[in-house]
């Protein structure tokens, strides 16, 4: 008797152990996390052509194209996705705080981030550039910049190196987001704008009557996807679905669908290194 008490007790742990075995990934990996069908991605709300949320409250941009793409790698349709904004200043405590489980917006790898967080990828190199109004004839790059009012975003590096690298008489104004920058700019309250060039881009093709580029890119910047540090499998698993993109031609028909008209030559798509 006690033998036929204790046999689905025993039954019971072995199929408790089985099911751990065969079962979802763990929850501290994005695998785990997706394994209910949801995610929550941080993106870009107001870059054109990479991250924007429009009127009608549709999130579009090649940043969302390629955080859909990776997401559907994790069986997690569009409509599992939660869009949560990302500034520059914040992405790195809304991944170490769980917040979102990925971030997929404009997010230069850097080794000072690479103490806080992973990166996957990169999935798309640009350079750094100015923007200023169109009927601008004296800034003609960064290094006609002394005495000018610069505006960047905080949390970004971008003012900082126009300073250290051309101009070290210029005034740095910094806002919460590039479209404060912009709206700056056309009101005449600062002089130029400076970020990646492919971000500006996208403000020159919505206002190609008031903004221009000037000069040539002057630094090297490779997007990656952030995600928790640690997570090995994950950022393997990330990459992969970047290289699968990459070679589905779903890369590329996504620039050219969110980027083609921004009046910038499309780049090839970096070799991702980050595994």
């Known amino acids: 008797m006690l033998f036929r008490k204790m046999l689905p007790a025993t039954a019971l742990v072995t199929a408790l152990s089985l099911t751990a075995a065969c079962g979802g990934a ?33 999130f579009v941009g090649f940043d969302v194209d390629v955080a859909k793409y990776v997401a559907a790698q994790f069986g997690v349709e569009d409509t599992g996705i939660t869009w949560r904004e990302a500034r520059s200043a914040d992405r790195e405590d809304l991944i170490t705080s769980g917040e979102v489980d990925f971030v997929v917006a404009t997010y230069s790898i850097t080794d000072k981030r690479k103490e806080k967080v992973s990166f996957a990828g990169p999935y798309f190199e640009t350079g750094q550039s100015v923007l200023v109004r169109y009927t601008d004839e004296e800034i003609i790059g960064p290094e006609a910049l002394n005495g000018k009012k610069l ?26 987001q590039y479209s404060d920058c912009v709206i700056a700019l056309l009101a005449g309250n600062v002089d130029a704008v400076t970020t990646d060039q492919v971000i500006l881009a996208g403000y020159v093709a919505e206002h190609p009557e008031l903004l221009k580029l000037v000069g040539e890119p002057f630094t090297t910047e490779r997007y990656g996807i952030g995600l928790a540090k640690g997570d090995a499998e994950g950022r393997a698993e990330v990459s992969a679905a970047i290289e699968k993109m990459v070679g589905s031609g779903e890369w590329r028909a996504a620039l050219e669908r969110n980027i083609g008209q921004a009046g910038v030559q499309l780049p090839e798509p970096p070799e991702v290194t980050e595994k």
């Open 151 to 176: 505006c960047s975003v905080a949390g970004s590096t971008s003012a900082q190196k126009v300073k250290e690298q051309f101009a070290q008489d210029v005034e740095l104004v910094e806002y919460g």
């Open 26 to 58: 763990s929850d501290d990996t994005l695998a785990g996390k997706a394994d209910d069908g949801e995610l929550t991605i941080g993106i870009r709300f107001d870059q054109p052509g990479l991250g924007q949320r429009r009127l009608d409250g549709k």
